[in-house]
């Protein structure tokens, strides 16, 4: 399994996820990025949006579905999520407009804008005239084989129409994405104490939010339990279910701009874990920028101590 974040953050968010024989499947975890810069990101790591077998969104907010107009309509790509975020993406298309995470709206791309052509040069181009018949609802708890990944999803807390959380696994791996949750639930946990590679939100840091510039309603929002994770809390969940030969890898994911930073979240999560007695030799902790990002590859789990130790 290889993982590749494309972006993360307010201002968009694409993860890739590569499984099978040479990475046949290939499937997105949500396509928050103008469809030119999902086009060129994919580049980077050689692939073409039309090999793409599916995006599994989380939620209907721009930053996390801004590229599906021209996946969907353009490459004719599938799009799984639940029911009624199928029908909200479906909406915002049909409508012109979108919400952005903190409640704005914002034009739906065209495709067929100026510019837009020059994305038409990959193979198997197929145009899709009706982007509906892409969607293919998943609900929660049902267990689905998209090619070589078994995708599961979870709810998670946050206020959009039906946001959810995914396990990917494949070839005895599991990564975990959890971003835009206002609050960790028990059935949350399940989910995030499977995985080897977590990807989580560390949105804020509290105080910085509180004492930052954010309008007071926006703060409210942002801390509620339909908001976002801050760094404390995302390192509670990741000590709650806390084992040695748990989660090895932890992406901070989606990181405020305005209130934290990407040290400061490594900081705050590192400190809290080690307070509690954890050996932070046991995780690799990074942080995920609005760029290309960090790459995982699952055969790096066959390089860990703790699994040495077991074989011998
Ligand atoms: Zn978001
Ligand atoms: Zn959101």
Known sequence: MRVVSLGSGSSGNALLVEAGPQGRTK???????????????????????????????????????????????????????DVHTCKAIEDGILSGSWR?????LVSTPSIDAPGAMALSTG?????????TRCMQPLSAGIRRMLGDIEVI???????AIAPCGYLL???????????????????????????????????HDRERLRRGPYPQMLKNRILSSTGHLSNDQTADAVLRTWRSDGVRWLWLAHISRTNNTPSLALKSVRTRLAAAGVNLAHIHISTLPPGMGSVWD???LWHTESLWEMSS
């Open 153 to 159: 999803s979870f709810p998670i807390s946050h206020d």
């Open 123 to 131: 193979p198997e181009i197929q145009k899709s005239q009706e982007p």
């Open 27 to 81: 499937l997105l975890v949500d396509a928050g990025l103008s469809g030119s810069l999902l086009h060129e990101r994919l580049r980077k790591v050689n692939v073409h949006p039309s090999q793409i077998q599916g995006v599994l969104v989380t939620h209907e907010h721009s930053d996390h579905v801004l590229g599906l107009p021209l996946l969907m309509k353009r490459y004719a790509i599938p799009v799984i999520a």
């Open 169 to 203: 696994t494949a070839g005895g791996c599991r990564i975990c994405v959890v971003t835009d949750s206002g609050e960790v639930t028990a059935e949350m946990l399940t989910y995030i104490g499977k995985a080897d590679l977590l990807i989580m939100e560390a949105n």
């Open 298 to 300: 699952s055969t790096q």
């Open 100 to 104: 952005t995470d903190s409640g704005a």
